[in-house]
């Protein structure tokens, strides 16, 4: 043991670097976010005025306002707060469903949706994407899965899940298409919006959703780990539910307590305080995610001047997170003595960081946030490693 090594932690990534590293963009916090952060650090920070033990009643901050708006701004009725996307499936699945139900997901789902189902022993189907390059989902293809669900099983799946936005690609599949086979099936359906919700409008009724879960730390500008599962009044009961556990000897009850959320919340403190805080800007800044789309094409339009560089998924994109195939990178790591971290080094001197280290032939970048000049410098970057090894770069 050598606690000495934890003495002094650092992390420059965001002062000294652009970042566009996937999953990093959106969680970058609002400067009200850092301000509260340090007030509001110590433990249990938010339970000074806790009356009604649930963190999602405290009064003071205003979380049971908060817990309000969250669910307005989603178009749905009742959220809660969780660590994370992945919490809040797990809570999902494990009120809604019994030990060997069906559930249909898309293809692209995040391996946190095939966990969630595991922990929960039920049975996955999968809706199947497309092949190379654009790996898209048919909204319609969820019908023929839920027949084939049928064919297999005797009934229907029970609960269908959509990655709005997938995290390989940067798909984006219509949730109003699939919403609309669920409720002709019958079949509760939730939306996964980890890289939406918080970035974009979201609309949970005009989706016909049961569920939206989302992530603070991924998309809503928050420190990790926070998430959140909305519903509709219809399920509040059971997602929800109450304890009704008495102590044999003591007699004691909980009877106020929610069981999918450990009685009073699984998350609370600097996550949820900087979740809050972001609200304002969040709810500015979806407005302006067309403007982010447009930026993201243009970066990938002068990105594919590198001749041999592609993006791979749906186009035009309709998101800022990218997956690039980059063969002519591939070549120069094979001979280069860096090998594949050739790319990263590059980068890194050039003050682009968040490319996975060792990548070259397939990468993500995320340019989420990033000015028009931080995006150009970041092409830059590119096309000057790419000149610099010999590549043939368009004008
Ligand atoms: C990132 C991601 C998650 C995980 O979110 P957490 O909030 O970290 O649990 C889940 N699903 C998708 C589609 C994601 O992209």
Redesign the pocket.
């Known amino acids: 043991m050598n606690p000495d090594r934890y003495r002094n932690l650092r992390r420059d990534t965001e002062l000294k670097y652009i970042n566009v590293h996937p999953?990093q963009r959106g969680g970058v916090l609002t400067p009200e976010a850092r301000k509260a952060l340090i007030e509001f650090a110590d433990g249990y920070s938010v339970c000074d005025f806790c009356f009604e033990g649930r963190v999602d009643l405290v009064e003071t901050p205003p979380v049971r306002d908060f817990v309000g708006d969250v669910a307005e701004f989603l178009g749905m009725d009742e959220v809660r707060f969780t660590p994370?996307?992945?919490h809040a499936k797990w809570a999902v699945m494990s009120t809604m469903l019994e030990k060997g139900d069906s559930i249909v997901l898309d293809s692209l789902a995040?391996y946190?949706?095939y966990m969630a189902a595991e922990a929960n022993n039920l049975e996955v189907y999968e809706v199947p994407h497309s092949g190379y390059p654009e790996f898209r989902i048919n909204p319609e293809t969820y019908a023929d899965v839920f027949e084939e669900v049928k064919r297999e099983t005797g009934e229907y799946p029970k609960l269908a899940l959509l990655?709005h936005v997938?995290?390989r690609y940067g798909n984006l599949t219509p949730p109003e298409e699939v919403g609309k086979i669920c409720e002709e099936y019958g079949v509760m359906f939730m939306v996964?919006t980890?890289?939406s919700s918080g970035l974009m409008e979201i609309n949970g009724k005009k989706m016909r959703a049961d569920f939206i879960v989302g992530?603070g730390?991924?998309s809503w500008a928050s420190t990790a780990?926070i998430?959140f599962v909305a519903t509709n009044y219809e399920h509040v009961e059971k997602l929800m539910k109450t304890s009704t556990i008495r102590g044999r000897w003591s007699g004691r009850g909980f009877t106020k307590k929610e069981i999918a959320f450990y009685g009073c919340s699984p998350v609370f403190g600097a996550p949820l305080i900087t979740f809050m805080a972001s609200f304002p800007s969040v709810v500015e800044r979806v407005s302006r995610w067309e403007d982010e789309v447009r930026k993201a094409r243009y970066f990938v339009r002068e990105m594919e001047k590198i001749v041999g560089f592609h993006q791979m998924g749906v186009r035009p994109t309709e998101h800022t997170l990218q997956n690039f195939e980059s063969l002519p990178f591939h070549q120069v790591a094979r001979k280069h003595k860096r090998r594949g971290y050739f790319l990263y080094s590059e980068l890194k001197k050039r003050g682009v960081i968040g490319v996975h280290p060792g990548l070259t032939k397939n990468f993500k970048i995320n340019t989420y946030g990033l000015t028009d000049r931080q995006i150009n410098h970041v092409i830059w970057a590119f096309k000057d490693i790419a000149e610099k090894y010999g590549l043939e770069v368009e004008d």
Do not use: F, M
């Open positions: 999953i994370g996307c992945r995040h946190t949706s990655t997938d995290y996964n980890a890289y992530s730390h991924k780990p998430g």
